[in-house]
């Protein structure tokens, strides 16, 4: 019983991991170490690599030996594997080169040239770029949806989160739609008579990545398989096998690091967690981007931000930067779950991030789909920050929809993602509540254990396995229910 | 006047430019970064870029290629360029691969044993690995000397120096053999009267990084194209447009990391002021590896050691550490310039160095020859320790001829271009001073362009364009002359 198709298969894409290893060192490096006149040289070798990795991935022998590898006797996992290696060559082969050419040459026009239109305001000069962007990725929507048989936006949404349909978002959104400006309201009536103390600075930086370090260990992350640096963006990159987190620090201001570590450190520990039998293959890769995001909100809102893991803090708080009022536990979760509505997504606390969200998605679906035009979303944008956030974004282009590289870079069907993990990780902790009643006493304790196993279990370990609807059904009992997310919410914040 | 050959030829070489960028950053990051449980994928990694390149370089259709370009109408540049792609074309195609496996293997094993076997003193555990190393050493060296009409060991030799002959180093070396031995006595006389202050430590890691800086700017490292790290093993690594300078720090010792910084400048200027028009060619890479010897001991010994520029440095020092007597610049200068004969090659001062480097050629060279075996090394070791340094290394192994991890790796035929470089160094600050007879007062007042501007004229932007023997003669009026080493030796020494 050979599979020699397969078996080929299998060592190509081992070859690809290994490649793909320099390119996710040398862009980590890029964001962390590299002195700027190293610039040129590194976009070239990561171009002439990209290039190679694009010559391997369309290799006119791989679609024979696809076929050829269904017909072999494979196992469950390989039946996996051989699935993901075909939506993988699918997403390669799926476009002309022309059209990639003039995509790249669009997106890096727009995006450089929104790094100074943004803090200009000027969305007149932004407008011609963005509606070439959007040009090319209608034709792109258009290319993809004719080969899958599915929309032109759930084409896009495709390539981040395999399988999510636009029926499922409108459904989950829709629901969130109504309940949240309402719970927003009371929300901020209620915080609006809790008294907040405000830490006083300058927090020095070494003390800040001290204490990042000692979150980091607290969560597990192991430091002999990764590190904690700084980037002017904070991101987990590098390998499963050798993570590289980054951070920022500001000397004013040590919640923004300590939270962005500890988000950070969910995507880090997915990643270190990854099964190791299969590694490089992408069976054995993160299922996609909503379930990455559902670990770094698990370990940001579901645990960093639990009370009894901000009592576990608090004291590492006061060893840190010497003892202050706002360093009591209490005040410490009050100044971590405040709530307030305003312009910017990336700024957003959990309970208002979904609104930013929600109105991405109303307005780059019609967008994709051609049902509106570039030259509509300030008004829309307006129209929708006020009704969901209650917030007057008027002629404020910067800080409204030209805020995020995400359209720049023609990352259309991505921001939905973001939401749906913070649903999905309400979900796991509600699921593990079931399973463990006495989980919250757990956590305040400071056995973080039950929580790491079950993530590592239903989540980490079963990588690409399965589908996110069947891998969300075997974890939880269900499909993506919102419901928990607003128990989540409810239970936090009124 | 079309060159397609040499055009594609130049691609080809590009294309391996870019790659290496990509090797060589993730060997730095391995040295400087990695977590341990990251080695094993980083290890495949490159092996698979390894191979990669491998492949690139022994295409079956280069050869042709390379016998058309040799007609082409070319420039003088180009067809240097086209001298030293042949030459590496040569040098990667010139061995079976079964031999290179096997190679590979036996100095991984040695290696690898050696790390334990050297703190052991364990000799007799050692040898059989040498003996497999050398005898693959052997066979690669006869094949080499086949292809190449040159002895043996000139063919080692070759890959670190090209055209080095084995004449011009018995030449080079006997000479100073006659009179090392005295001089080295002489001057340990002189120095027995001369009082010298001991620093005090500790001297904090972070002052003592922050000084390591000062000094690299003073030395004009271009801190946009370069950076400083720490690794075990300081080197200068990275790529020409991006220099990845390592050093160590020890709290008890603060001269060992400035001054190893300072060597690696030299290293690290001569690859950031490659010229910029061919760069990614091979004819644009540093000239050879005595070469690059030369400009490190340029910086280190010529530039570093000199009264004039520790002056400068003095007050550096102060405000890294607090004012002390022994930071006074006469006595700064006479603790960097201190003499000791001693076991160790890599922690001897300039006057001792050529005595270990000699004491090596003499014993690998007529062990690559076949006129010697391993089992002969101890008793020559002890031998020539005591002739060329007067120093007893009788039964002390891993003091001794275990010290270097070249021989478990197979480098032989490297250790002459550490000597040759200091050597080097000399003359060419010796034809600094015909042609600037008041260098010395510049230096004294902190003025270092004229000997970086002679640098960069003669030998950086240099690169490779001429062999080693011209470059010297365009730049010194003459071949490789041991005097002005000697010359420079007692003028500051005695």
Redesign the interface.
Known sequence: MTTPAYDSLAETWT?LH??G???A??GW?RAA??????N???A??????AA?LHRMRTDPVLPERIARAEQEPLSELQRANLREIRREWRASNALPESLVQRQQMATSRCEHAWRSQRPANDWAGFLPNLKEVLALAREEATLLAEQTGRSRYEALMDRYEPGLTTAQVDRVFGEVRQWLPGLIVKVLDRQAVEPVIAPLGPFPVAAQRALCEQAMRLLGF??????LDVSAHPFCGG?P??VRMTTRFREDDFLGSLMGTIHETGHGRYEQNLPRELLGQPVAYARSMALHESQSLSFEMQLGSHPGFVARLAPLVRAAFGDQPAFDAHNLHRLMTRVKPGFIRVDADEVTYPAHVILRYEIERPLIEGEIEAEDIPALWDEKMMELLGVDTHGNFGDGAMQDVHWPESLFGYFPCYSLGAMYSAQWFAAMRRAMPDLDACIAAGDLGAVFDWLRDNIWTQASRWTTDELALRASGEVLNPAHFRAHLASRYL
């Open positions: 070859r290994r490649f290893h320099l390119q060192l040398a490096d170490n590299m002195p700027p006149r190293g040129e040289a590194r070239e070798a990561l171009a002439e690599m190679l192991d430091f002999e398989a990764g590190r390998v096998e050798d």
